[in-house]
């Protein structure tokens, strides 16, 4: 039974032409579809959310050359001159530096605690990616450097935190 | 052109939006706190020398609210001092001193629970204020605590709810029975006492010096450039770091317990008392190692003048690692 049907399907696939030749004109019109609904599927707010990328980018650039230009940046500029391979840690530590002094807030002591631990953590960041040029593998000089990088970013949210405090009591 | 259009106003309404973040940044340059009219809720009775919950300043202060037994508090104070003393009544009380800069005491309730805030004129800031206001509440011993501080001093005891304590430039000394504490400081010392069993607790400090006695359970404490000191605990978990400061770390381990200690330049001193029963997994890339039981550090790098110990103490119960880049390591028993 089997045979028979297989014979009767061999047979219909064998009167199948061997190849089909679209029509020409069929393209353009596939394509203006696919070309409607792509536009169709991009929301208005992706618009809105690219536009504000830019902006934030541009603001953030922005506020990152103005930091090269105050004296916090004279200390990072220094770091980079010690080591060839520090320059990225001289802008993170620009940059760092820049959102302390320009924090409205502060008290001149908190500022300066704050300033003078930033720094501390900056320069054990240059000693231990010194370290790890001489030994780049070292999975605890690596540790060590993540430590720091979250104590980084732990010290200032703390600024960020006082800040806010006391812009909420300002603003009670 | 439409699309175009809307990608312009998106772009110009982005650049406003950041243009006003920044002149809010800009216009809010006042430490001191702003004027507050909050009147106080009717659903707490109250017992005061104030008809709204306001007290002017350069008074003494005795207020008393009911307040949940395990209801928040909130106390918020720029300069002086705050002493907060947990008892088995459903109240709270303030009693202290304003002083004569001071504009108010503000005391107010919600849902939630209660806010307790000295305020200040906008030109006085808490440093020209001096002692602001000495503040002692009493709350429910269960009161979840929450207390804020620029340069005042914070002592809170008794306590056996969440206690969230922060201070820029005050010290902060803790005696707690509370399992879920949180202080920290930028540059005052921070001294924590705790009795609560499985507690977990977190004191760090930017530039003041550490301290945790006499806890059970969980220990997070750091600072930068202060040293910490962690004694007399019964720990399970334990992580101490410091950048610059020193880390001394005195008592036993137990079955099951990790504990870990990181620092850059600063020493890392660990007194266990008796020869623990851990696994030990110490390294110093600059620093010396010094171990008074097992075996001595060795030098494993060619690249670096660094030492490492790894060695197994009695059963190996425990887990011990410390690291450090120039630091000395030094393990006693």
Known sequence: ?172 | MKRLSIILAYVLLSFAVVVASFSLLALTSSTAYAHGSQDSDSDYDSDSDSDNGVIEGGKSVNETRNAKPDGEVRVDNLAGSVKVRGWDKNEVRVTGTLGDLVEKLEITSDDSGISIRVILPHHVNGGDCGECADLEIEVPAASRLEVSTVSADIEAKDLTGSEQLGTVSGSLILDSAATRVDVRSVSGDVTVAGSAKNAHVTATSVSGTVRVTGMDGALHAESVSGDVKAGNNRLTGLEMSSTSGNLTYQGGVLKGGDYEFHNVSGDVVLNFGASPSAHFDVSSFSGDIDNSFGPRATRVSKYSPGMELHFTSGSGDAMVSARSLSGDIHINN
């Open chain 1, 1 to 172: 039974m089997n045979n028979v049907n297989d014979n009767k399907l061999q047979k219909a696939v064998d009167r199948l032409p061997r190849d089909i030749t679209p029509a020409n004109d069929l393209w353009p019109g596939i394509a203006a579809r696919i070309g409607r609904k792509q536009r169709a599927t991009r929301p208005l707010w992706a618009y809105g959310l690219a536009a504000s990328l830019f902006v934030a980018v541009g603001a953030g650039s922005l506020w990152f050359g103005l930091a090269q230009r105050t004296p916090g940046a004279g200390a990072a500029a220094g770091i980079a001159a010690v080591s060839p391979g520090a320059t990225y840690f001289a802008q993170r530590a620009a940059f760092a530096e820049n959102s302390v002094q320009s924090a409205p807030n502060l008290a001149p002591a908190t500022r300066g605690v704050i300033l003078q631990n930033l720094r501390i953590i900056e320069n054990s960041m240059q000693q231990i990616e010194a370290a790890l040029e001489k030994d780049p593998n070292n999975p605890r000089l690596r540790a060590l450097l993540f430590d720091l990088y979250q104590n980084e970013s732990r010290l200032l949210a703390a600024t960020q935190q006082i800040q806010a405090q006391t812009n909420q009591r300002n603003d009670l």
